[in-house]
């Protein structure tokens, strides 16, 4: 496998379909996170259930969605719900993992999505939560995808427009919060979970090429890295095969 060339992109979108379990109902976001969710479904997930936000629920689109309010996500949908209604079935305890971004994310999972800087004389204003705090808060597992620059994850965001651990542990419990929470961290150096103790983000992984020092310098706070650390496995033959032939033949996402 060492002489397969893969892009960036391609080995992130394999490993976000890789913590995608068979059966489990997937809140799917734009972009990448679209394009794991269907190679999960086409290599060891079709019993999983893609939920979009646009309301259509398990569809079996012909072409890759440009997002998720493109109208393939409603191909062959069998049931197509209003946006309310399919944040209900995640209220309802019935959304098992949910894919975010957003411009940071903190030691706690926390992420912002509202503003850089004070929010009154912000630096910048973002886009804010859309359906993320919905998510975050009620999906079991939540999965973040984004670069990995110090400025993306610092000690603590600008503003919580969605909720990770808050300030550490039990803080979601008294917010009342029912979903379990960050789970992982998806970037283009390595992959990141939260100790269970401390409720901090750890390095679980690092990509090929990466080590554990260079991802700690681009980190903006000290991270918890465990001595079982690994590499990120590479993308395998099949991944590839049908993450080219079959998921992105025209490369919208996986360039």
């Not at 440009?66 to 069998?78: D, E, I, M, N």
């Not at 409720?199 to 990509?207: A, E, F, P, T, V």
């Amino acid at each position: 496998m060492s002489d397969i060339q893969y892009t960036p992109r391609e080995l992130l979108a394999c490993v976000a379909a890789r913590l995608i379990k068979d059966g489990e109902s997937v809140f799917v976001g734009t972009g990448l996170p679209l394009v794991g969710a269907l190679l999960a479904k086409k290599m060891h997930a079709p019993n999983m259930m893609a939920i979009y936000e646009c309301g259509a629920v398990d569809p079996e689109p012909r072409v890759l969605p440009w997002s998720v309010s493109c109208s393939w996500t409603t191909y062959k949908a069998p049931i197509i719900l209003s946006m309310s209604s399919v944040f209900g079935h995640s209220r309802a305890g019935y959304a098992d993992v949910g894919f975010l971004g957003g411009a940071q994310i903190d030691m706690y999972g926390n992420i912002n999505a509202t503003c850089i800087g004070d929010y009154y004389h912000p630096k910048v204003r973002l886009t804010g939560s859309g359906g993320a705090n919905d998510i975050a808060s009620l999906c079991e597992r939540v999965i973040f995808m984004g670069l990995h620059l110090p400025e993306r994850l610092p000690e603590r965001v600008d503003y919580i427009t969605t909720p990770g651990y808050l300030d550490g542990p039990g803080a979601r419990e008294r917010a009342g919060l029912v979903g379990g929470g960050p789970w992982r961290v998806i970037t283009h150096l390595g992959v990141m979970g939260f100790d269970e103790e401390t409720c901090r983000m750890k390095l679980i992984s690092y990509h090929p090429g990466v080590t554990p020092e260079v991802i700690q310098q681009f980190t903006g706070f000290e991270l918890i890295i465990p001595d079982d650390v690994t590499e990120t496995p590479k993308p395998t033959e099949e991944e590839l095969r049908i993450l080219r032939e079959e998921v992105d033949p025209n490369q919208l996402f996986c360039f």
